[in-house]
């Protein structure tokens, strides 16, 4: 389950630092997935459901918030590029793909199961505060290409063989992550007074949507 250290103040205003927290709650997170070959059709089908159903409309949503947010030229320019990627590439159509090929197209009963936690993270987004956008966003950047191979063998045994939506996330994610905490770092320098108690608000928001996705229950 999410950690409670993530309510503590970093020690330093340091990125490493803040990393090396990230880096243990996405230890944690795969850690705690179920094993794929222990899971049911069913169970496979809501985990990639949940997935998309969070993922397809809010991904460009979210990083987006992190531009509107972002004070740094140089954080500017570095989501300015994932945006061109996911806009150019169709990601979300990628992942449409990903969904229709392994039987997983969310149901309303998909979208209902993460409505409450998406919502949290939504409103957080609508806050605006850029040190902790960039932060979760490093943080789901980081967490994101360590998932894909969960999710591609969840899709092999639901009978699927659409592997691009996986393949690329899982390639292209380890530069937007070090990217995203090299802006992290310019954000910081701008304003080292938002590394906070709170400063991990957007991560644990978005961590307990994730647990939701693995779970199925909020």
Same mark, same amino acid.
Request: net charge negative; with cysteine; glycine share 6%.
């Given at each position: ?8 103040a ?9 990393e ?26 809501g985990?990639?459901s949940?997935?998309? &159903? $969070? ?6 949503y979210?990083m987006?918030?992190? %531009?509107? /947010?972002? *004070?740094?030229?140089?954080? +500017?320019?570095i ?16 992942l ?7 039987? &997983? $197209?969310?149901?309303?009963a998909?979208?209902?199961a993460v409505?409450?936690? %998406?919502? /949290?993270? *939504?409103?957080?987004?609508? +806050?605006?505060s ?5 932060l979760?966003m490093?943080y ?14 969840? &899709?092999?045994l639901?009978g699927s ?13 380890v ?9 992290l ?34």
């Amino acid at each position: 389950m999410p950690s409670a250290a993530l309510l503590e103040a970093p020690e330093v205003v340091s990125v490493s630092k803040l990393e090396a927290r990230i880096d243990f709650l996405i230890s944690e997170f795969i850690s705690s997935m179920p094993k794929s070959a222990s899971l049911s059709a069913k169970q496979r089908r809501g985990i990639l459901s949940r997935y998309t &159903a $969070v993922l397809e409309g809010n991904f460009i949503y979210w990083m987006t918030g992190a %531009l509107l /947010a972002c *004070r740094s030229e140089e954080t +500017r320019e570095i989501i300015l590029h994932n945006l061109h990627e996911e806009v150019r590439d169709a990601h979300p159509d990628m992942l449409r793909r990903f969904a229709l090929a392994a039987k &997983a $197209v969310p149901s309303e009963a998909d979208a209902s199961a993460v409505y409450a936690n %998406l919502s /949290a993270v *939504r409103a957080f987004i609508g +806050r605006m505060s850029p040190v902790r956008i960039v932060l979760m966003m490093g943080y789901f950047e980081k967490l994101i290409q360590q998932w894909m191979p969960y999710l591609a063998e969840l &899709a092999d045994l639901q009978g699927s063989q659409e592997r691009e939506y996986t393949d690329v996330h899982g390639v292209c994610d380890v530069e937007h992550s070090q990217e995203l905490f090299r802006a992290l770092g310019a954000e910081i320098a701008l304003a080292p007074d938002a590394v906070d108690a709170g400063v991990f608000e957007g991560v644990e928001l978005l961590n307990k949507l994730n647990y939701n996705v693995i779970r199925g229950v909020a």
